[in-house]
């Protein structure tokens, strides 16, 4: 079984500004990492995923996360946000053996950019 | 193309009426998926289905009914709601099963928001 910690359920920024959004994960096993985003009123986008390799991952909209096994989080970052950037950030994981394979979601993050 | 669609976008019933959401993909992923998701909450899982057979129900009450008609297809057929099932209903479908151990990604649909008076 894995848990997922998003310990900032809001975080309010101005524009062009740097913004880190926190995700602390738990799991008995090897994981997989996720980011997705969600618009108001629209389903989840996918913006990045870890699966292997290089623990620095690049997504979409200028977005990265770098997955760190020994603090167990895989933080999402961007140098400077949009008023676009506005919505809610979800991180996800799920474990790559023992049975299931259906992601766990965290709680949330609403990302509130200001101009 | 990693399009999920769905309809409709919104929906309003009555307690008393039969209705049914509609989910469709043409990646030719084999398993499909419905969520409920509440205002400012992650996404709950309520079913999977994996090569067209239901294989995770999440303990949903009955008047949520799933159908996968084919591979492409995945509905949603409500009866006899409650207002506290009043959310936003996501689909989402990946690559292979969810037992698999696949590298799988889920890709979600848009929504339906759906409204029980």
């Known amino acids: 079984a894995q848990s997922v910690t998003q310990l900032d359920s809001q975080v309010p920024v101005f524009e062009e500004a740097p913004v880190e959004l926190r995700c602390n994960y738990s799991?008995?096993?090897?994981?997989?990492l996720f980011w997705y985003v969600q618009y108001p009123n629209q389903g989840l986008q996918l913006l990045l995923k870890?699966?292997?390799?290089?623990?620095l991952v690049k997504g979409i909209n200028g977005f990265e996360a770098e997955f760190n096994k020994s603090q167990t989080s895989f933080h999402l970052r961007k140098p400077s946000v949009h008023i676009s950037d506005t919505a809610e950030y979800f991180c996800?994981?799920?474990?790559?053996?023992?049975?299931?394979?259906?992601?766990?979601f965290g709680r949330g993050t609403s990302l509130i950019v200001h101009p | 193309d990693t399009e999920v669609t769905q309809t409709p976008k919104h929906l309003v019933m009555g307690m008393t009426n039969k209705k049914s959401l509609k989910c469709e993909q043409h990646m030719g992923h084999r398993a499909m998926y419905w969520y409920k998701q509440k205002a400012k909450k992650p996404p709950e899982l309520m079913f999977v289905y994996s090569y067209e057979k239901l294989s995770i129900n999440e303990s949903v009450p009955s008047r949520f009914s799933p159908e996968c008609p084919n591979s492409s297809l995945l509905n949603l057929h409500l009866h006899a709601l409650q207002p506290e099932d009043s959310a936003l209903y996501l689909c989402?479908?990946?690559?292979?099963?969810?037992?698999?151990?696949?590298?799988?990604?889920?890709?979600f649909g848009p929504g339906t928001r759906l409204t029980v008076l």
């Open positions: 996800a994981v799920r474990g790559t053996s023992g049975g299931s394979y259906i992601p766990t």
């Open positions: 989402a479908s990946s690559q292979g099963s969810p037992t698999s151990g696949v590298t799988d990604t889920q890709y």
């Open positions: 799991s008995s096993v090897s994981v997989y």
């Open positions: 870890y699966l292997s390799g290089s623990t």
